[in-house]
Every structure is written in C-alpha cells, then in structure tokens.
C-alpha cells in the first residue's frame, strides 16, 4: 500500500523559504507523476505543482510561477517543493499527491482526477 508522508511546513515571514518534501513508500513511485495542492481555510483544494515520473515535465499555477520549483529523486522516493518569496496568500495545508502512471504529459498533470493517493498535509504559515 502506497503511503506519502509530508514534512517540511512550519511558519516564516514574508519573503522567505520552505522546502517541502514528500517521501513515498509502499509502491513504484518513480513511474508515477507526482503533484502539490493546497488548501486554504474555507477555499478548495488547488493544484500547487506537479512533474511527470521522468521530471521532463512541470506544471505551476500562474499563482506561483517564478516562485515555486518541483522536483523529483526517483532514487529517494521523494518529491520536493522548494518555495521562496513567500506570501501571506501561500498559507494553507499543503499536500502531495500521486499523479498519471507513466507519462510525460504535460495536460496529464492537470487532470485532477488522476490524483487518487494523498498525504496527511504539512501547515505553511506565512506572517506578514
């Protein structure tokens, strides 16, 4: 049974960094696109990111374009976030998600109802 674990999330100001990281466990996560959401208190779940297995392929909300980077070590079974200059907007529940088996797709990252396995979520706070 597949199991993502989040870690990462804490408070920072303004401006500053966190790098997310999910460690998958109990599957073939390197065949597997890979995503982050968010969900802020009272607003829907959003896709943050998401990369392909081969990592040839990303996808960022417009949101976070410029600001947010994903990645992958298939080795490690992680997938990260790393996301700098941060804003008070960014608070919310992150989470990482298993994506589309086996392709480089970049529209397949979009599709949310490929997402089908989840992690408990890491809080973000963000003071201004």
């Known amino acids: 049974q597949v199991q993502l674990i989040e870690s990462g999330g804490g408070l920072v100001q303004a401006g500053g960094s966190l790098r997310l990281s999910c460690a998958a466990s109990?599957?073939?996560?390197?065949?597997?696109?890979m995503g982050w959401f968010r969900q802020a208190p009272g607003k829907e779940r959003e896709l943050v990111a998401g990369?392909?297995?081969?990592?040839?392929?990303?996808y960022y909300a417009d949101s976070v374009k410029g600001r947010f980077t994903i990645s992958r070590d298939n080795a490690k079974n992680t997938v990260y976030l790393q996301m700098n200059s941060l804003k008070p907007e960014d608070t919310a529940v992150y989470y990482c998600?298993?994506?589309?088996?086996?392709?480089?797709?970049?529209?397949?990252?979009?599709?949310?109802?490929?997402?089908?396995?989840w992690g408990q979520g890491t809080q973000v706070t963000v003071s201004s």
């Open positions: 109990g599957g073939t996560f390197s065949l597997y696109a």
């Open positions: 998600a298993r994506g589309p088996y086996y392709t480089s797709n970049y529209y397949a990252l979009t599709d949310l109802h490929e997402y089908n396995v």
């Open positions: 990369i392909v297995w081969s990592g040839v392929n990303t």
